[in-house]
């Protein structure tokens, strides 16, 4: 089993940064990808961006160049910055994690809401 810890969000205006951490605890060792995902009011949940235990990351086509995923394998979390953030990117967000098994945790989400 595995728990994820999300922390950071909040009321931003466009334009502006936040930072979203996420700290996961229980079975870490078998921790294969991290990541964040979001859902929007009445819209699916959508990827935002992944990272590898090596390091390796994702990023969902409009976040590209404005989002920066990072993980700290040692400390066992993984980040999301945010920059130039627009009203579109409003949501809940949500960190995730996939272990050997390819079983998916979550955590409980954080609010992300961006004014015009």
């Known amino acids: 089993q595995v728990q994820l810890v999300e922390s950071g969000g909040g009321l931003v205006q466009a334009g502006g940064s936040l930072r979203l951490s996420c700290a996961a605890y229980g079975s870490i060792f078998s921790i294969n990808a991290m990541g964040w995902y979001r859902q929007a009011p009445g819209k699916q949940r959508e990827l935002v961006a992944t990272i590898t235990s090596g390091g390796t990351a994702n990023y969902e086509a409009s976040v590209k160049g404005r989002f920066t995923i990072s993980r700290d394998n040692a400390k066992n979390t993984v980040t999301l910055r945010m920059n130039s953030l627009k009203p579109e990117d409003t949501a809940v967000y949500y960190c995730?994690?996939?272990?050997?098994?390819?079983?998916?945790?979550w955590g409980q989400g954080t609010q992300v809401t961006v004014s015009s």
């Open positions: 995730a994690a996939d272990d050997s098994a390819y079983v998916r945790y």
